[in-house]
């Protein structure tokens, strides 16, 4: 078994998609910059995604005024959409398709899922049903 490193102050990032191409830098760069779709577009609906990106981030509590730590996460579809979420609940489901089925350079051809909403304490969050295939 392997250990991931959890994102945090020591470790910020990570990137399954290591680009070669000028191409392939601009895919990650502009998934980074500006996402081509939102996960809360697929509540209920299937998506493929073939590698990760994941970022610790800082966003506004607008309950409590405070600033809180949460992780922005990409994913890539295989045509190098990217959707993405600040959800600290899809980091925990990255996490738990990572320790069950690897990360994205052991992959064939994507891991399936189905995205959940689901109601917390505080409000919302996301989380991916795996599909078994």
């Known amino acids: 078994m392997?250990?991931?490193?959890?994102?945090n102050d020591e470790n910020p990032?990570?990137?399954?998609?290591?680009?070669?191409?000028?191409?392939?830098?601009?895919?990650?760069?502009?998934?980074?910059?500006?996402?081509?779709h939102k996960l809360s577009e697929y509540i209920n609906q299937r998506i493929t995604?073939?590698?990760?990106?994941?970022?610790?981030?800082?966003?506004?509590?607008?309950?409590?005024?405070?600033?809180r730590k949460a992780v922005k996460t990409i994913l890539f579809t295989p045509?190098?959409?990217g959707i993405t979420a600040t959800s600290n609940g899809?980091?925990?489901?990255?996490?738990?398709?990572?320790?069950?089925f690897g990360t994205p350079d052991t992959w064939e051809?994507?891991?399936?899922?189905i995205v959940r909403q689901t109601?917390?304490?505080k409000g919302r969050t996301f989380k991916l049903e795996v599909i078994p295939e």
């Open 13 to 36: 990032t990570y990137c399954s998609l290591v680009p070669q191409t000028q191409h392939e830098k601009a895919i990650l760069y502009n998934a980074t910059q500006n996402p081509s």
């Open 119 to 121: 109601e917390t304490a």
């Open 49 to 67: 995604f073939t590698n990760v990106y994941m970022e610790q981030t800082e966003i506004l509590d607008e309950d409590s005024g405070e600033i």
């Open 109 to 113: 051809d994507g891991i399936s899922v």
């Open 90 to 100: 899809v980091a925990r489901s990255i996490y738990g398709i990572f320790s069950i």
């Open 79 to 81: 045509d190098g959409e």
């Open 2 to 7: 392997f250990e991931i490193k959890r994102i």
